[in-house]
């Protein structure tokens, strides 16, 4: 039998960090932060604590790192704030994304809601606030400058987007309570109608 090649290993170590990260995904969504040690998302997804310490230096990095996985749809944003595309059809984008998230991944989406309403976890994930920041505010605030940048002024577009990322908060908040039973893409559709109406 002949030695791994170095493609083989990082397939490994990827399917590794892939089991890990959804394992402490679930864990955490349904069980807490705190409640959530290594020791017990190392039992559920059959991996040592030691492997796990080798990917990830704490359960803060671990979180942190769930977090970042979770909120890929972000990375279509990019793409989305590159695209030759008006201001409204660039929203429509960011608001079929999001939905399409939310319908796809929601343990992380009950994970979300509960990290973000305890500042004494918030706090720690400076990565994850940097990227977040360094995306998703840059893009909306674009698009509303374009939307209305004629009108506002740019602290009134600031308090816009801000108005807008808690309407964001409040669907993903609302849909993780009711599920399939919350009209995500009527309440979406709205929300995109109010911006094209000004």
């Known amino acids: 039998m002949s030695p791994r090649t170095e493609a083989q290993y990082k397939k490994i170590r990827e399917k590794s960090r892939k089991i890990i990260i959804n394992t402490a995904m679930e864990l955490f969504a349904n069980y807490g932060y705190h409640s959530t040690t290594i020791e017990k998302i190392s039992k559920k997804a059959g991996i040592s604590k030691g492997l ?47 939905t399409k998230s939310l319908q796809e991944n929601l343990p992380f989406w009950k994970l979300y809601q509960n990290i973000i309403s305890q500042p004494s976890i918030m ?61 995500l893409d009527a309440i979406a559709q709205r929300l995109l109608e109010k911006y094209r109406n000004g």
């Open 123 to 183: 706090h720690k994930l400076n990565k994850f606030k940097e990227y977040f920041e360094s995306v998703f505010g840059p893009l909306l605030m674009s698009i509303f400058i374009e939307l209305f940048g004629n009108e506002m002024s740019e602290q009134e577009i600031q308090i816009e987007v801000m108005l807008f990322a808690a309407f964001l908060d409040g669907i993903a908040f609302d849909y993780v309570i009711m599920g399939k039973e919350y009209p």
């Open 52 to 98: 796990i310490y080798n990917y990830y230096k704490s359960k803060d990095e671990l979180l942190e790192s769930v977090l970042m996985q979770g909120f890929n749809f972000i990375d279509e944003i990019t793409k989305i704030s590159q695209a030759k595309k008006s201001a409204q059809e660039k929203l429509q984008l960011l608001l079929e994304n999001f």
